[in-house]
C-alpha cells in the first residue's frame, strides 16, 4: 500500500506542467489494474450478466477517461 505513493510520488515529480493530471491517471490505473487481476483470479465468477457488463462498461469509460487525459497532455504540449 506505501508503495503505491511511494511511486507515484517519483512519477508525480517527472510530470512538470502536467502534474495535475497525474492523481487522475493514478487513481485510474489502481482501478483498472486491480479490476483486471480480480478478472484474472475469477474474483467476478457466478456474477449476473448485468454486473459483467457493467463491469466491461466501467472499465472501457476508464480506458477511454486515461485516453482523453494522455491526450490533453498531448495537445498541451504541441500548443
Do not use: P
Not at 483486471?36 to 448485468?50: H, M, N, P, V
Amino acid at each position: 500500500w506505501y508503495m503505491q505513493f511511494f511511486f507515484y510520488t517519483m512519477g508525480e515529480t517527472q510530470m512538470g506542467d502536467y502534474k495535475f493530471s497525474s492523481w487522475t491517471l493514478h487513481m485510474a490505473s489502481i482501478i483498472i489494474f486491480s479490476t483486471l487481476w480480480g478478472i484474472f483470479l475469477c474474483e467476478w465468477k457466478g456474477s449476473s450478466a448485468r454486473t459483467c457488463r457493467l463491469l466491461a462498461a466501467g472499465l472501457t469509460l476508464l480506458v477511454l477517461s486515461t485516453i482523453v487525459v494522455g491526450y490533453g497532455n498531448y495537445l498541451a504540449v504541441a500548443k
